[in-house]
């Protein structure tokens, strides 16, 4: 699979039954991936996981020219999976039953998809988990407008995958306001470094948003199954 500097590539993926029967005949997960999926204490949550790190192996094996079965990963000290001694990068993430897989040369990358869901108590969410103006911007005209929270949650989720951190930092410090009307800018949060934190179109139900160092020339959109 060809892939250049500068350019993004996002693959779609359904879950499929197919998939985890595929795995059971053919096995391409390592040791330690199968190991986590036995941990599930739900069949669904386990056959989910299957198929998800099936499709991830598959589709990173088409760019390295590789068995899919040989594809592995090293992980930073905050558990972000990443593949040696290549300059691709990749982020994963799956929600209900739909994910998402990007991927780019020489640049940090994440991806986040979110199935909007009604919270319990959306003042103490949005008070940990948003800046001064991100909370603003939500609450408008004292309304909470749920399709701008969860638009700034994937943006969020994105960045901190993208940078390996997960929720080891204080997010509610990392104001991404600017990113919601203009996708690339400067990030004060990170020196001043330059991002492109963008939407996607997901289904229904659903939000999405990739975060990459650096800009973005072009973006092409693949569908798995």
């Not at 909370?135 to 960045?159: C, G």
């Amino acid at each position: 699979m060809e892939l250049r500097k500068g350019e993004l590539h996002i693959w779609n993926y359904t879950f499929d039954s197919k998939d985890v029967a595929q795995e059971q005949l053919r096995p391409i997960l390592s040791a330690e991936e199968r190991s986590r999926a036995n941990n599930f204490v739900y069949e669904k949550d386990a056959a989910k996981y299957i198929s998800n790190h099936v499709f991830r192996k598959h589709v990173l094996a088409q760019y390295l020219s590789i068995p899919a079965s040989t594809v592995q990963y090293a992980y930073t000290n905050f558990g972000k999976p990443y593949l040696e001694n290549t300059p691709i990068h990749f982020s994963h993430s799956y929600r209900s039953d739909k994910a998402l897989l990007a991927i780019c040369l020489d640049a940090t990358v994440g991806i986040d998809l979110e199935e909007i869901k009604t919270l319990q108590d959306p003042k103490t969410f949005t008070a940990y988990s948003f800046s001064k103006e991100e909370n603003e911007h939500i609450f408008r005209n004292s309304t909470m407008n749920e399709e701008v929270l969860f638009t700034y949650w994937t943006f969020k989720e994105a960045y901190i995958k993208a940078t390996g951190t997960g929720l080891n930092v204080d997010i509610s410090q990392l104001n991404l306001a600017d990113f919601y009307e203009q996708e690339t800018n400067a990030l004060s949060w990170s020196e001043n470094k330059v991002w492109t934190i963008k939407r996607l179109n997901a289904a229904n139900g659903f939000k999405a948003a990739y975060a990459v160092e650096g800009n973005i020339e072009s973006c092409k959109q693949f569908n798995y199954n």
